[in-house]
């Protein structure tokens, strides 16, 4: 179970900032993450702020038609307006409920594993002593 959670809180603090511009990706257009409408306006205005998030914000200014942003764009986009924080924001909630779930998928996985195992591959796992 140590494992599994150790794995997970690491892997998780390792791809969170990919997470977080996969997430605004999909929402761009659809809640503004800047602006007096949005959470961070309601709750106090960051540095630097600008006008809400949307598909022609993050787009190039000279397109006609506006076409959904890029990877970087969007990240590039994240650290104009928030900063390294930006890339972090909900962390912590996730260092709760990582471990636990990547621990009981680790124990799982062990638990079936041994289930499967022929007896002669049992046998082979016990200690000497109990054989």
């Known amino acids: 179970m140590q494992c599994g959670a150790v ?3 690491v892997a998780q603090s390792l791809t969170y900032p990919l997470e977080v511009t996969r997430r605004r990706m999909q929402t761009i257009g659809v809640v ?23 598909v022609s914000s993050l787009s190039s200014p000279n397109e006609k038609h506006a ?12 650290m104009h307006e928030q900063g390294i924080k930006g890339f972090f924001k909900g962390v912590s909630m996730n260092w709760i409920k ?28 016990r200690p000497k002593q109990y054989r």
């Open 7 to 9: 794995s997970g809180l």
């Open 32 to 54: 503004p993450t800047a602006g007096n409408e949005s959470s961070t306006g309601v709750l106090g205005k960051l540095p630097g702020q600008s006008n809400p998030d949307t």
């Open 67 to 78: 076409k959904p942003p890029t990877m970087m764009r969007t990240m590039r986009h994240v």
């Open 98 to 125: 990582g471990p636990i779930a990547f621990s009981i998928s680790f124990t799982t996985f062990d638990f079936i594993q041994g289930l499967m195992e022929s007896e002669s591959e049992q046998e082979k796992r």
